[in-house]
Nanobody
Framework: QVHAVESGGGLVQPGGSLRLSCAGSGSLFSFTTMGWYRQAPEKQRELVATITSGGSVNYTDSVKGRFTISRDNAKTTMYLQMNSLKPEDTAIYYC?????????WGRGTQVTVSS
């Protein structure tokens, strides 16, 4: 397995929470910076959160204070804790290195925020 496998998505009401997981290969987690991306319907894929191997994190403005990215290199797993979800967070979420590489794209996990 080279590509990532994302999980944890689902349907949640506004204000709810979800925790996404990304299981990757050792080669993927060997990269210094990894990130979570998302693609909403009819929109371009965007990078929402990044994390370095040293634990430095960055977030796009729209998710700051609500999302938390983390990684466990020993388990080759990355997480995205999403709180206070909004309808505009609805998208397919993917993980990859930063910058992304085509061989690591997985199928993503669908997050739908709706009442």
């Amino acid at each position: 397995q080279v590509h990532a496998v994302e999980s944890g998505g689902g349907l949640v009401q506004p204000g709810g929470s979800l925790r996404l997981s990304c299981a990757g290969s050792g080669s993927l987690f060997s990269f210094t910076t990894m990130g979570w991306y998302r693609q909403a319907p009819e929109k371009q894929r965007e990078l929402v959160a990044t994390i370095t191997s040293g634990g430095s994190v960055n977030y796009t403005d729209s998710v700051k204070g609500r999302f938390t990215i983390s990684r466990d290199n020993a388990k080759t797993t990355m997480y995205l804790q999403m709180n206070s979800l909004k309808p505009e967070d609805t998208a397919i979420y993917y993980c990859n290195k930063v910058p992304w590489a085509i061989r690591y794209w997985g199928r993503g996990t669908q997050v739908t925020v709706s009442s």
